[in-house]
Nanobody
């Protein structure tokens, strides 16, 4: 069992930065792949970034590449999403999720957080 809690969302102007945190509890956290997804109103849930158990394997979606960075600290059971150069189209609820396999498909994730709202004003 893995429990996930996101934090760090908020309102920011375009061009600004935010750092999201995903705090996990559960003895198997370090063996799970963690991803960030986002969902804007009226849109499907979208993959943002993924990181493997060691932190050495990461991948970010084309839409955020070069602006967002994912990292993890297994000692703190926390995964981070550093978001720079934010755009209004980044506005969404951001979720972290845990899976056993390295995948970008939301249906393959077993555990989800409650989400944190990110709003970018123009």
């Amino acid at each position: 069992q893995v429990n996930l809690v996101e934090s760090g969302g908020g309102l920011v102007q375009a061009g600004g930065s935010l750092r999201l945190s995903c705090a996990a509890s559960g003895r198997t956290f370090s063996s799970h792949v963690i991803s960030w997804f986002r969902q804007a109103p009226g849109k499907e849930r979208e993959f943002v970034a993924i990181i493997n158990w060691s932190g050495a394997g990461t991948y970010t979606a084309v839409s955020v590449k070069g602006r967002f960075t994912i990292s993890r600290d297994n000692a703190k059971n926390t995964v981070y999403l550093q978001m720079n150069s934010l755009k209004p189209e980044d506005t969404a609820v951001y979720y972290c999720a845990a899976a056993r396999s390295y995948t970008t498909l939301p249906g393959e994730y077993d555990y989800w957080g409650q989400g944190t709202q990110v709003t970018v004003s123009s």
